[in-house]
């Protein structure tokens, strides 16, 4: 088994024996398909540059046009990868707004038609380009999420409030995230890492539930934006001047924000099961006054 090498001037050494294992952001996480075959993407079409200068005028317009369609054909399928990939990633999840890979699919056999008509001219083999780029466009990439997923029996305005409310503590993170690269320190970008972790698993229980919005407003809102705040001053402090104690003060604070959000999460779940076990004593107590019994069963 493989082990991480550390010694008597090692950083964080203690901290590693003391604390144990952190896995950070890294717990649970996938590896995204917005890599690999979506920048061959962006490389397939660039060879039209050099068709594009050795052709005559038509034949310039027509081959930028392909490349600049291709290229945003390119974009939308990455895009389009990302938002199913959120959408996958939750319970309760409206489908995108915008079909991305759909319209990366159209827009593909359009710029290939249009390549396909600077070279070869007609009508025929660009019609032929056009059909078979999107179909296999669609074909390797798939289409966009069409619907709704775990929507049924769900108030739709408390939905869209969760949703919002999500969205924006989301921004605060991503601003976290970004803030702390300045900073310039490894350690602590992993450590904001697993706070969102943290904070993520609250997000996701307040969607799968969204009456919990109420008790979490706080902290999906005014803690986050103070967690945000604070990230981006003590940002530009240690990029000024590297501060051992604004360091750790701030170190203080990010434990001090997680052990509140994985607090606040397991009260959440703890009220869903008293939510739970109320229920199930009413039906069972309904039952009883109709006079319904389980039939008894003999050994």
């Known amino acids: 088994m493989a082990r991480r090498y550390g010694g008597k001037f090692s ?35 660039l060879p039209l540059i050099w068709a594009a200068f050795t052709a005559g005028p038509v034949g310039l317009a027509l081959n930028l046009g ?17 938002a199913q990939e959120a959408y996958e990633g939750r319970k309760i ?10 319209a990366a699919s159209v827009l593909t056999g359009m710029g290939l038609a249009l390549a396909g008509f600077a070279t070869a001219g007609g009508i025929v083999a660009p019609v032929i380009y056009a059909l078979l780029g999107a179909a296999l466009h669609s074909f390797a990439f798939g ?49 904001v890492e697993r706070f969102a972790a943290t904070a993520r698993k609250l997000f996701r229980t307040v969607e799968e539930d969204p009456r919990d919005l109420t008790a979490a407003r706080k902290y999906l809102s005014v803690y986050l934006m103070g967690a945000r705040d604070a990230t981006v001053k003590f940002a530009d402090i240690n990029a000024r001047n590297r501060d051992s104690g604004a ?21 959440l779940l703890r009220d869903d099961r008293v939510d739970l076990d109320i229920e199930i004593e009413v039906l069972r107590a309904r039952l009883q006054r109709e ?3 389980p039939p ?3 050994e």
């Open 11 to 45: 950083p964080d050494t203690q901290s590693q024996v003391t604390s144990g294992p952190d896995q950070g952001g890294y717990q649970g996480a996938r590896r995204t398909r917005a890599g690999g075959r979506v920048n061959l993407l962006f490389l397939a079409p």
């Open 66 to 82: 392909a490349l600049g369609v291709l290229l945003l054909a390119a974009w939308l399928t990455r895009e389009g990868i990302l």
């Open 93 to 102: 999840a409206r489908r995108p707004g915008f079909p991305r890979k759909i």
């Open 143 to 191: 289409l966009d999420p069409l619907k709704d997923k775990g929507m049924e029996g769900v108030d739709l305005f408390q939905t869209d409030r969760v949703a919002r409310a999500v969205d924006e503590a989301e921004k605060h993170l991503a601003v976290m995230t970004d803030a702390i690269k300045r900073a310039g320190d490894r350690q602590l970008e992993a450590r």
């Open 247 to 267: 360091k750790g003060d701030y170190t203080a604070l990010l434990d001090d924000l997680e052990g509140n959000f994985a607090a606040r999460t397991e009260a």
């Open 291 to 293: 006079g319904i019994r």
């Open 296 to 298: 008894i069963t003999s």
